[in-house]
């Protein structure tokens, strides 16, 4: 079974300017979350969704934005982006909620 | 909210000996409790996990004990090898519904 797919890898970006990161989840899990995870402030729960539906939502401001599209592909986007997004965003699906979560590998995102 | 404290930050073994990292939680309707190993390069990875109503899990060389009254748990490492030199995250599941997770140790085992 394929694992956690996220695109892309690698991506470089100058503040101000905003960014979409995809994700495929692992077949047959409904549920994705999203986290970032910097050397400063660790692993942080950014969302989660859950058949198209957000059902969760970290401290994070209104910059940051997702969607799950019907496959259980997700999307999140960074609007207006400032050096501090600098990190790795990580995602990672479920069968259910919150349990036995599988990480993808990352995009490390780089704001100049 | 939750709050996760997790220790040591680094540990260092000699291969063959047993490594041991604590976790303590603050939200006593905490239920899920898994544990993560991290590679460089590479996304965390679930290497065990226990529930509220278990007092301990195994897993060949690997094991997770649970105090729920102290509100504290452990990952415990046996027979170590090299490769599992890696940084390890706990995590905290429970009324927040969303995995709160430690800041991770870093384990180094010398040949």
């Known amino acids: 079974k394929a694992g956690v797919t996220q695109t892309p890898r690698y991506l470089i970006k100058t503040r101000g300017q905003q960014v979409t990161l995809s994700c495929s989840p692992i077949?047959?899990?409904?549920?994705v979350s999203w986290y970032q995870q910097t050397p400063g402030q660790g692993l942080q729960f950014l969302f989660e969704?859950?058949?198209?539906?957000?059902?969760n939502k970290g401290n994070f401001p209104g910059r940051f934005s997702g969607r799950q599209f019907s496959n259980s592909r997700s999307e999140m986007n960074v609007s207006t982006l400032e050096l501090g997004d600098s990190a790795l965003y990580l995602c990672a699906s479920s069968l259910g909620a919150n349990e036995k979560l599988l990480f993808g590998s990352g995009t490390q995102l780089s704001v100049l | 909210g939750e709050n996760v404290e997790q220790h040591p930050s680094t540990l260092s073994v000699q291969e063959g000996d047993s490594a041991v990292i604590k976790c303590t939680y603050s939200?006593?309707?905490?239920?899920?409790f898994p544990w993560y190993k991290q590679e460089l390069g590479k996304g965390p990875q679930l290497i065990i996990d226990?529930?509220?109503?278990?007092g301990e899990k195994k897993d060949q060389r690997i094991a997770v004990t649970l105090n729920k009254t102290a509100k504290h748990f452990s990952l415990h490492i046996t027979e170590t090898q090299p490769e599992d030199s890696a940084v390890y995250f706990c995590a905290v599941s429970g009324s927040a519904r969303q995995l709160t997770f430690g800041s991770g140790t870093q384990l180094t085992v010398l040949p």
């Open positions: 226990i529930r509220s109503n278990v």
């Open positions: 939200d006593s309707a905490s239920n899920y």
């Open positions: 969704y859950f058949s198209e539906t957000q059902r």
């Open positions: 077949s047959g899990h409904r549920s």
